[in-house]
């Protein structure tokens, strides 16, 4: 299991002081180790053996959970993983794939929604990503707009704007 606190911790209700510090310093979130927790807690039942919990982000109403290896176990046969998660955090939440092909990410994130295209624009003050849906998909988007380009520019680590067209 690769997640973003170690394996002691992960076992354990409190966390020793690399965690901690770690917390401290906002590189992993109060939300990262509660998932973290609970996918040890799961990991027998459902074999989560060899799953990739990269982090977790907020986004309001939504949660996403990202992942570098295939978001397959970490939804679960009937969606079973993913609805404990949902459960413990209080709020819906996503399972992403990053660090590969950038429409997939941005694809997990907003299904239903359809991508319509994803231009690289490059600028003297830095390169951005156009992302392009369709107006009649609106409603559909999972979380707001404002939050969806916070996701994304995080998720990209880059400037990104959205198009409706
Ligand atoms: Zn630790």
Known sequence: MNVPICDLCMKSKVLCSG??????????SELDV??????YKMKDRYNLENIDFTKAVDLGRVVLV???KDVGPLIGREGKVVS???????KKVRIAEIGGDIKKTISDVVAPVKILGIN???RKDGNLYKVRFSRKEIKQLPVDINSLEKALKSLLESEVMIVFE
């Open 19 to 28: 965690c901690s510090e770690k917390v401290k310093r906002g590189k992993i």
């Open 84 to 90: 404990d998660i949902s459960q413990t955090v209080g």
């Open 120 to 122: 690289k624009v490059y």
């Open 34 to 39: 509660k998932i973290s927790r609970l996918l």
């Open 66 to 68: 990202l992942t570098k």
